[in-house]
């Protein structure tokens, strides 16, 4: 059995609230195998064979099971997903590709980390698009294989979508005039406005 386990870096840290449910949802772990080391678009979630994974929010790990005799190549997926109020983020996204020697034993090849435009609009907020990943050969600088499987390093998390997305249900619409400084749920006036101003000058 192979184990893929998140957490911080430290082992004397204690694991963040983001990384176990109710925040942590979704499948964090997603791991698809092949008959021989893809030279293609491994990337594709579509390609290979899905192998069945356990995941275990409440402990911060994934296990999954190797075919015998074992594949010549897997890729997992890791994509933690984390959600505040009904409003879901991505906390961190990468692929690892592995190829698997006659003994099961991982050896990094090739991985892909997340790649994102973020769009400025107007009175509207931000909205975040993924663009095509950047691949690179190796091992992602997150991961570390160990003799059990491998261990995300999860002590840091990018939550701008989550925060974006809370921003935009919470916050007061914005005048059309573009005041809005003056908008009635900040209760604020031109008045109290020019108030400020003179105490500032007195």
Known sequence: ???????????TCRDSFWLRPPVLVGDPVRVRASDRLPTGNWL?????????VANFRDS?????????????????????????DSVRGTGLRLQQLFSVDAN???LPSRYARRDVTVTVVPNAGVTIANRPPTELVGRHPLLTVT??????????LDVTELWW????????PAP???????????????EKLVDR??????
């Open 104 to 106: 099961g034993t991982l």
């Open 197 to 202: 101003v003179d105490d500032r000058h007195v």
């Open 60 to 84: 911060a790990e994934a296990t999954f099971v190797l075919p015998s005799p074992p594949p010549k190549a897997i890729a997992i997926d890791i994509d933690l997903q984390l959600e505040v």
């Open 165 to 172: 997305g809370l921003r935009a249900t919470r916050s007061a």
């Open 176 to 190: 059309t005039r573009g005041d809005w400084h003056l908008h009635p749920a900040r209760m604020c006036s031109r």
């Open 147 to 156: 003799t059990a499987g491998v261990r995300v390093d999860a002590e840091f």
């Open 1 to 11: 059995m192979t184990a893929v386990v998140w957490g911080p870096r430290s082992s």
């Open 44 to 52: 594709d979630p579509a390609q290979g064979t899905r192998l069945t």
